[in-house]
């Protein structure tokens, strides 16, 4: 065909050669202006501004930017008085085989936290949290705590790459401390890949941790977003990665609406689902029997079917809690933050069936299957010491006060590189052809072996590889 079009351009005389010439050069030149154009319309997210401090803020205030070290802490007194609120906690018998199908198992919950009374060691533990440096600084009035953990190792001309990586509830910044070894010092750990290496920050989400709570109404996942690219840029990085899951997952989607030339590349080990189109519905009509038809992997089909009604009310069964958390946090947060027994139960529960959720059907949960007691506590801890259980429920009536699907965000696509891992296990998923309706560039999209909602926690190697194999490829784009 083009061997024609040449001979063709040939037979004609110079000067109309010329005149075809300057045709394509125009057309091409026209088509980069069109490119340059659209690429300059594309929407971003407002990044605006925000106060979260006590009271109204004065134009005198002038914010501290310093950036401090700190060290988590715990006195004889608190340690005490935890003690004093387990021994005089009352228990109601499970009802015979409920298993955790009625929630947490009160006979298992009496085991758990007669193990957190008499053998777990907070201290211990503490010095383990203090490992990596901790460092707290005041954005828009309230103070974000946050580790920042660097190779230890000469990197021989490699540079390191920032990376930010976000929890979510009930989670914290401690689900990080399996992976960030593994993403700070792959020769250590006899990984491949060793071209590429990270240095990582694990900030806790405002209101989660140790980071200060919100003191106004209205604090979202863009707020959140707008203060986590504030401390990038304090540390002094203009150009990053980010990863999340669960909150995280949405902190750092807005996060690349909002700055998508600080954003080198997006990674998620949980997709928010996109605005359900016909498109979709469509799909899940006819998934079950034809999915190539309908752009879905054999994985999705074998992930959302043949017993999609069963996910759809395993679904419901699991997402009580965000109806609580949505509407009235204060009154079931008020109790939880009373209680630590009430607080273990609450929390652990999500870490039975996020991780799988045929652990319902245990009377342990399967907590133990993937973490230790002392894991699960530690996370616990964090909760118990900061008092933050009620603001990190908060946060989730603040982003559902108004119809997701008319929030800022919804209106915006991603347009920054993307990488998703599917986790089995994970509460939903999202196929592909699901996800690429928001995120327009997925540069990689793992279907991985197992795991389930709380990967960094329970599969880092796996989370790690699949971070490694993302930027790969988007420094090589």
């Known amino acids: 065909m083009w061997q024609q079009v040449l001979q063709s351009v040939r037979s004609y005389d110079s000067p109309q050669r010329n005149v075809i010439a300057a045709s394509c050069v125009l057309g091409g030149g026209g088509l980069l202006v069109y490119w340059l154009l659209s690429r300059h319309r594309m929407k ?3 990044m605006g501004d925000g106060w979260w401090g006590s009271g109204v803020k004065s134009s005198r205030d002038k914010e501290d930017e310093g950036i401090r070290p700190f060290q988590v802490k715990t006195s004889e007194k608190e340690i005490q008085d935890l003690y004093q609120r387990l021994d005089q906690a009352r228990y109601t ?13 009160s006979n298992y919950l009496q085991r758990v936290i007669s193990y957190w009374r008499n053998q777990f060691d907070w201290q211990k533990h503490v010095k383990i949290l203090n490992q990596y440096p901790h460092y707290k600084t005041t954005i828009e009035g309230i103070e974000i705590h946050f580790i920042h953990v660097k190779p230890s190792r000469n990197l021989r001309g490699l540079a390191a790459k920032p990376l930010l990586m976000v929890h979510g509830w009930p989670g914290s910044f401690y689900e990080f401390y399996k992976i960030i070894p593994l993403l700070t010092d792959p020769v250590g750990h006899r990984l491949s890949d060793e071209d590429i290496v990270f240095e990582v920050i694990c900030p806790s989400i405002p209101g989660y ?6 003191h106004q109404q209205g604090f979202d996942t863009i707020a959140c977003a707008r203060i986590f690219h504030k401390l990038m840029q304090r540390l002094g990085f203009q150009e990053y990665y980010v990863q999340g899951g669960d909150w995280g997952s949405r902190i750092t989607t807005n996060m690349a609406q909002m700055l998508p030339k600080s954003v080198k590349g997006l990674h998620l080990n949980f997709v928010f689902v996109p ?36 996910h759809i009310y395993d679904l419901l069964r699991e997402s009580g809690y965000m109806h609580i ?45 993937k973490y230790s007691l002392d894991e699960l506590l530690t996370n616990v801890m964090i909760y118990w010491v900061s008092s933050s259980i009620v603001s990190s429920m908060r946060f989730y009536k603040e982003n559902f006060s108004q119809n997701p699907a008319s929030a800022p965000d919804a209106r915006i696509d991603v347009y920054v590189p993307t990488g998703v891992a599917a986790f089995p296990n994970e509460i939903t998923h999202t196929p592909r052809s699901w996800a690429k309706k928001k995120y327009k560039n997925i540069v990689t999209y793992s279907h991985m072996p197992r795991g389930g909602h709380f990967a960094a926690f329970e599969e880092p190697e796996l989370l790690a590889q699949d971070i490694r194999q993302f930027v790969r490829k988007v420094e090589h784009l």
């Open 275 to 310: 605005k359900i189109g016909w498109s979709s519905l469509v799909s899940l009509l006819l998934g079950a029997y034809v999915p190539w038809l309908v752009g879905l992997t054999r994985e999705d089909s074998r992930l959302l079917f043949p017993y999609f009604k069963k």
């Open 44 to 46: 971003t997210l407002e």
């Open 93 to 105: 018998p499970p009802l015979e085989g409920s298993a955790f199908n009625y929630g947490f198992n």
């Open 209 to 214: 941790g140790f980071s200060e709570a919100p």
């Open 325 to 369: 958390q949505a509407t009235k946090p204060d009154t079931v947060g008020c109790g939880l933050n009373n209680s630590p027994v009430g607080l273990a139960a609450y929390i652990l529960e999500k870490f039975s069936t996020w991780t799988d959720k045929s652990f319902r059907n245990l009377d342990n949960g399967g907590l133990e299957r």
